[in-house]
């Protein structure tokens, strides 16, 4: 039978914040177990919550950046549940009135441009870490590790309107580089500082209410959501075939095999008893609050792609390549800021030369070498014709290893462009009259090897022959003078 | 007159004029307890060598000339506060070792004044209870009569104060458990505004009920003790951020322009003939001090019991969902998974009481019954609260019985847990209304057993109720009367 698929996903984001959600414990990753806790964040009786309003903060930008309206009123609830994990025996969340609601995204693919909703984006507190055996002889002991225990966290559920596994997929996408464009998540994925559950179920092609759904739990890349999905809609779609039934159940992903297997079912879900807690008081938020966090937001890589492309002219596929990091497209706009005539260029380079240089030294555009002012500055040189486009390859090189303004490298390495006609035009003949076989096939027809006189004269000049003159010369004296 | 005698305000009298010094006071009180506690056990533990050396730094202070109003004074607290390095067990077996790393706000902050821990009073364990029978660590017996409860559940609290163990202590109030131990031992009991006093701390009942107040000998030591534990704390989000008022000032004489109302709910059957002449009695002392007396009504009242079980036990549940032996706490030694260590740890760790409370609060949040319960409550709270909201429009205080009956004996309500929940008919609604009431002895029953008086307050009027209580105080000898103990 044809089904359709119905996914929503419910990410969660770990803020940025220097501090814990409800104490003043540190946040810092990969410190020794237990090393930042306090009474609060260890459940200690007696011990009560206090809010930290940098996390409402960020919730209010995340909040507007997905087009949320926020609520004027929130409120904390308890999330009953017992685990080694959760010092408490409840998890202070957001249950009937979250910050954030009835928001979207635009996602863009092969199905056009499609908007997704998003349904409500809620402050919680994170829970703390289980390590299983590793101290020596205990292989049966389990310990807990309750630094991560009382992280912020923004749960943010979107609507069951994303139809496959690519378009799930370009959903986290743009919603990671949002937070991480907000500055309010770091996206590692790996430590799980954006990590997702998704909802799937299947329904007959026109079908109006939706399939029975399974949870998967916990899913830490993109290709593993891609992968996790794909394999939970192959599934379903077996079981459905085969005359079954989906079962409603939470399931977990296997990274090593690919496949989705049943943590636990219906029968076994948790009650988790919400109810407001008690020991906060309902967080109001009032407009002034809503347009100071507005004012602080970033232009965020929707706008500013199609500024690219309006304003500075540039191609779909380079704006996009240039917004998909904010340090990416706030270094090329302190590029282009100096030198406003060339934005093409500015792109060009960041996209190439200066994005491989990145790449193979593992830096970040914070830590190069190479700043907006030095390649303006060579650009510049370019511009100028002192230098050609390619002696600019072995300059920029030159900067990355020194840090030197373009200028200087040419002048001390002697890089300046020869445009110099006589100088060029007796390398022009000496390259001809030792190639005077190629000169032979030229005239014969053979246009192909132009080239390889052009790279000769290049070469006897160690590139610093002005490649339009070189071009100029050649062809008046291959056709005959 | 021995030392143990002596009020709050008497001892930082004397004190001060060097008559006798906190090392000689502390040596007095914790003589007393040693003598006394036997047959009261009001004390879960006694800090005597720790009290001691506190006395002897109090007394450098008051040499040193930078004493505090508390500097030198003996107290002690229910244990439900956190002491750090003393053991705190909310008289709970789960806690029976528990020693707390940090100090709970109010303790802190009457440390920091130099008081002087004699140590950790006995309570219902985790608060819940209304004789002080429902302790890990045995029953309190009331001072006045050892046969008799001496209420709950700050019933250490009371019973450690009408006995002379200590002249004053902290106790916590949820449902009543200040102000009835209070007039069951014949002694003065404050449960402030909730929000007036930090609960940092404090181990939780129901948080959004509990409050810490005092528990004194008389009206002018309540004022003392109140004055040194108000306030706001950044660490407690539910503690209020208003400025507390000189609290001694409100201790005048005549009630001259006081509109005192009696709600006709809090005189309907069931009213023990005792505990009614008493508070008749109380109410035309106050008309001859100048009070102007009318009837009000707090038309919900009767539904305020059914609305406590249901919003203190909900929230008991989650509190004390944390008592789960993996951090701290009593651990079971007979399991073999997780399950199995949790249910059996907190099966042996909590009383039948709490596991009561436990059972029924999560029945009220669960899943399809939440609305019905939790939710219905929460709006017959509002209700109870506006009850009080009307009633202040016409009066400055309210006054009534503060329990139906005077101390019952041990045992007599423990097969019927219905029946003594009922015993705090009168105070329950005012933590429902999250406003002040105070408690203070205004008379004996037959058999010589304290009455206590009610009076309740406006939301952040502690100053009215101490005035009120202060011009009662003064025309009457109740509050001098001492247990024969």
């Known amino acids: 039978m044809n089904y359709e698929v119905v996914i929503g996903l419910e990410v969660h984001v770990q803020l940025t914040t220097r501090t814990k959600i409800f104490c003043g414990c540190s946040t810092a990753f990969g410190q020794p177990p237990n090393s930042q806790t306090c009474p609060v964040c260890l459940g200690l009786p007696g011990a009560l919550p206090v809010l930290n309003y940098q996390a409402v903060e960020y919730a209010i930008r995340t909040g507007l950046a997905t087009n949320c309206s926020i609520a004027p009123q929130s409120v904390f609830a308890r999330k009953n549940y017992f685990y080694p994990d959760l010092p408490k025996g409840y998890q202070i969340s957001q249950f009937e009135l979250p910050t954030c609601r009835h928001g979207w995204l635009d996602i863009e693919g092969e199905w056009g441009v499609k908007r997704i909703g998003i349904t409500r984006i809620h402050m919680e507190e994170d829970a703390g870490k289980l390590v299983h055996g590793e101290a020596p002889g205990s292989s049966q002991s389990s310990f807990v590790d309750l630094n991560r225990a009382g992280t912020p966290l923004l749960e943010v559920v979107s609507e069951p309107d994303l139809r496959s596994a690519d378009e799930a997929v370009a959903y986290l996408k743009k919603l990671h580089q949002i937070v991480v464009y907000l500055g309010v998540c770091d996206g590692n994925m790996e430590e799980g500082s954006f990590r997702c559950d998704a909802n799937v179920s299947l329904r007959p092609v026109g079908q109006q209410e939706f399939g029975t759904r399974a949870e998967i739990k916990n899913v830490n890349s993109f290709r593993f959501v891609k992968q996790a999905i794909e394999y939970e809609i192959e599934r379903q779609a077996d079981v459905l075939d085969a005359g079954g039934k989906v079962v409603q159940e939470t399931r977990l992903f296997d990274a090593q095999t690919g496949m989705t297997r049943s943590m636990r079912g219906k029968e076994e879900a948790h009650d988790y008893r919400y109810f407001p807690d008690p020991d906060l008081v309902p967080l109001e938020i009032d407009a002034a609050w809503i347009e100071a966090e507005r004012a602080q937001l970033p232009e965020l890589p929707d706008a500013r792609r199609q500024r690219y492309q309006a304003e500075l002219g540039l191609s779909a596929y380079d704006a996009e390549v240039l917004t998909a990091e904010r340090a990416m497209a706030e270094y090329f706009e302190a590029g282009v800021a100096l030198l406003p005539t060339q934005p093409k260029a500015v792109a060009n380079w960041v996209m190439g030369d200066l994005t491989r240089k990145l790449n193979d030294s593992g830096q970040t555009l914070a830590e190069s070498p190479v700043t907006p002012e030095l390649l303006t500055g060579m650009l510049r040189l370019i511009e100028a014709g002192t230098i050609s486009g390619k002696i600019a390859k072995t300059v920029f090189d030159e900067m990355w290893a020194t840090g030197h303004e373009a200028a200087r490298i040419v002048e001390e390495k002697g890089l300046v462009q020869v445009s110099d006609t006589g100088a060029i035009e007796a390398i022009v003949d000496e390259v001809l009259a030792a190639g005077a076989a190629q000169v032979e096939q030229y005239r014969g027809g053979n246009e192909k090897v132009f080239g390889f006189f052009v790279g000769q004269v290049m070469k006897a000049s160690k590139g610093k022959a002005n490649p339009a003159l070189v071009n100029e010369l050649l062809k008046r004296k291959l056709s005959g003078e | ?485």
């Open chain 2, 1 to 485: 007159m021995s030392l143990f005698e002596l009020t709050l305000q008497d001892l930082r009298t004397g004190l001060d004029r060097r008559e006798f010094s906190s090392a000689e006071a502390t040596r007095a009180f914790l003589d007393r307890i040693a003598a006394t506690d036997p047959q009261l056990n009001a004390f879960i533990t006694v800090c005597a060598e720790q009290a001691l050396a506190e006395a002897a730094a109090a007394d450098r202070r008051l040499a040193a000339g930078d004493a505090a109003p508390l500097t030198g004074i003996p107290l002690a607290m229910k244990d439900i506060f956190n002491t750090a390095g003393v053991r705190t067990t909310c008289a709970s077996k789960i806690l029976a070792d528990y020693v707390s790393p940090y100090d709970a706000t109010a303790f802190a902050r009457v440390k920091a004044q130099g008081a002087v821990l004699l140590g950790k009073v006995n309570m219902d364990e985790f608060a819940m209870g209304s004789s002080n029978e429902n302790s890990a660590f045995g029953a309190v017996r009331n001072p006045w009569d050892t046969a008799c409860v001496p209420g709950g559940s700050s019933g250490g609290s009371a019973a450690c104060v009408a006995a002379r163990q200590a002249p004053a202590a902290l106790g916590t109030d949820t449902g009543g458990s200040i102000r009835q131990p209070a007039a069951h031992c014949g002694v003065v009991g404050l449960k402030p505004t909730y929000g007036r006093v930090s609960r940092f701390g404090v181990i939780a009942y129901a948080s959004s009920l509990d409050q810490v107040g005092p528990v004194t000998i008389d009206v002018r030591d309540c004022a003392l003790l109140l004055q040194a534990i108000a306030g706001h704390d950044p660490l407690d989000s539910t503690s209020v951020d208003t400025p507390v008022p000189d609290y001694a000032a409100a201790l005048r004489t005549g009630l001259e322009g006081v509109r005192i109302g009696l709600p006709k709910e809090y005189f309907g059957e069931g009213l023990d003939t005792d505990v009614r002449r008493a508070v008749e009695q109380a109410v035309a002392t106050c008309r001859d001090l100048g009070a102007e007396i009318r009837e009000v009504s707090l038309p919900h009242t009767g539904y305020a019991v059914a609305c406590y079980y249901l919003i203190a036990t909900a929230e008991a549940s989650s509190n004390l969902a944390r008592y789960d032996s993996v951090r701290f706490g009593h651990r079971t030694a007979a399991a073999g998974n997780l399950i199995e260590t949790y249910s059996r740890s907190r099966d042996e760790g909590f009383g039948a009481e709490v596991k009561r409370r436990i059972m029924l609060g999560t029945y009220a949040l669960s899943s399809g019954y939440y609305d019905a319960y939790y939710l219905k409550a929460q709006k017959v709270r509002t209700l109870i609260r506006q009850d009080f909201l009307d009633a202040f429009e016409t009066v400055d205080v309210i006054l009534g019985p503060v329990a139906p009956t005077p101390a019952f004996r041990l045992n007599e309500k423990t097969a019927d847990p219905l029946q003594m929940y009922l015993s705090d008919i009168f105070t329950i609604p005012v933590n429902l209304a999250g406003t002040c009431a105070l408690s203070l002895p205004c008379g004996f029953s037959g058999s010589g057993l304290p009455i206590g008086l009610q009076l309740i307050g406006k939301p952040f009027a502690e100053s009215d109720l101490l005035h009120v209580a202060y011009a009662f105080e003064q025309a009457t000898e109740w509050h001098k009367r001492r247990a024969a103990i």
